[in-house]
Every structure is written in structure tokens, then in C-alpha cells.
């Protein structure tokens, strides 16, 4: 477990357990964006849950208030890459501070430590993707010295890209 | 290995090895925008090439022509996560067709081979992202079906993202 000691307030980061699943879906679903993507029935984060924890790249993280309440969550993966000089990258996924919780501080100090994080996993770089619609977000990224220098394309499958005629 | 069967044209995909780290780097190198970032020394692909082998969560493509050159490659992974609903994604990295080899229609083809390599191991989405000086590229992926609808945010590491002073 990890500390985020702020001004005054301290938070704890610890990788997420199963029971934390109830808490994190609902984190993911307190957002104007997101609550439209997620879903009430437990499931499938349950399934997702196991399959991110079976494996040692990822981090789930679950951060915590002086109350114990679930304030914030983000999940890291270390991916190795051969492209820029074999250069090995922290990808941030999912990344959520509760409404209650926004402008204190605690999302950035969040992000400071999973880039130390991927530091000490020899990352060289960090890299996420951000709705073109959270402007304010994007701000908030480029103050802590992210650049947006990539267009985000994302393509649901289930479907095929050519398809002709709407049924 | 898997063929790709184009109108005259045939090219064969299979899992990158050890010998194809060369033909990799030079594929890399090969591109107004990523020659600028590689390295001509060999170490540092070969160090990550055996990271992402190891891991069966990575797939990296070596592509080739009929010759046996190698004239495409790209890397993917498997990226389980709690959002949207648990959704399971496949993320495309360092994606790049050899200069001789551009305009063939091998670049669409091999997209859609690895959208279909992630349908079958239950991905709901496909996500890449592009630098936006590669315009052409863009309108290449939104034909696939690709939309822009994130903005790509990168941090190097190795520095403080709050550096005051210019030294």
C-alpha cells in the first residue's frame, strides 16, 4: 500500500480485490461519458476483474479516503515494445477520481505516482487516451507534462468494417 | 501462419522470432516520422523482442512477401479492463508496411487480419493510436472503420513533469 499525502487530506492506493468490484464499476459509472457504457449487472466486470488480476503486467488500483471509501481508480499495464528503440511503455487505462472527491488534488498526485510506477518498471514512457469531449481533462494532462501529440482510434468489432447496407 | 491473399499479391503472417529483430528495426526506420526515433545499434530490440515473446498476452507479426522479405509488421495485445462493462481490447502497436510494399492494399488487409485475431480472443474493440502528423493515415484508418473519437496523450519519463527552470 501506497500513501497520497496531500495538503490535508491522505489517500492509500492498493491493488484492487475482488471485493472491491461493486466500488469500481460504480466509480466508472460516475461520469457524464462513462455511465452511458456501463452496466448494473456485475458480471462482466467480475470476469474482467480476474483476468486483469491473473496477470502480473497489470495494476488495478484502488484508492482509498481517510474513511476507507473507494475515492479513485486507475489501471496500469506495462507494454515492451520494439518501436522508438525498443522502448517499453506504462499504459493508463480507466482512469476515475469520484465526484466527490474532484479538486482536491488527489488525480494528480494519482497520475505522479503511477509515472513512478512505470519508472521504476523501466517504462520510458506513459500514454493514454482521453474522450475528445473532456476538454477539462485534457488540460488537467497537459499541466502534469503530457502531450497530445496522437489521434485515439478505437473501432468496435462484432461488425465488419465494410458493411454495405443498414438492416 | 496465416496468408493474406490479395488480388496478385500473396503475403504470409506469423509470430516474429529472434532472427526477424533486423528486418523489424528497418521496417521501424523506414518512415519519415519513427526513423527519427530508432536506434541503429541492435541491443535494445533485442532486450524487448524477448520481453514481448515472453508474454503470450503480446502477439508481434512479421509479415513477407512472396520473395520472404520481410515487408509489414505490427504488435499486438490483449488488454483485459473493467470499463465499459468489462470490455476486453485489442491494442495495436508500431503497425508499419514497408515503403516498397505501400499501396498494395496489404496494410488494410493485415488491419483487418488482426481485428480478426482480437474478435477471436473476445475483444469488444480495436484501439491504436496515430501521430497527428500522419493525415494520410488517418482517412486510411477511418475507412477500416476506425474512429477518432480520443485524443492520444504521451509523457516521456525520466523527467518531472513540473520542471521549473531551463538548464
Redesign the interface.
Known sequence: MSAIDLADRRFTVEQATEDD?PG??AL?ADDDI?ST???P?LA??????R??DA?P??Y?AAVRDEAGDLVA?L?L?V?????????????V??FRVASSTRGTGLGAALL?WA?AY??ERG??????????RRVDA?RF?E????????????????Q???SGSAQ
Chains 1, 2 share one sequence.
Open positions: 468490484i469500481l464499476a466508472l462513462g457504457r456501463e452496466s449487472d462482466p466486470y467480475v470476469v474482467a476483474f483476468e486483469i496477470d503486467q497489470h488495478l481508480t489501471q499495464t507494454l515492451p515494445g520494439l518501436a522508438r528503440a525498443g522502448a517499453r511503455r506504462l499504459q487505462e480507466a505522479e509515472a512505470g519508472a517504462a520510458d514512457l506513459v500514454q493514454l487516451t482521453s474522450d475528445k485534457h494532462y499541466r502534469l507534462g503530457y502531450t497530445a501529440t496522437h489521434e485515439g482510434f478505437k473501432r468496435a468489432l462484432g465488419p468494417a465494410h
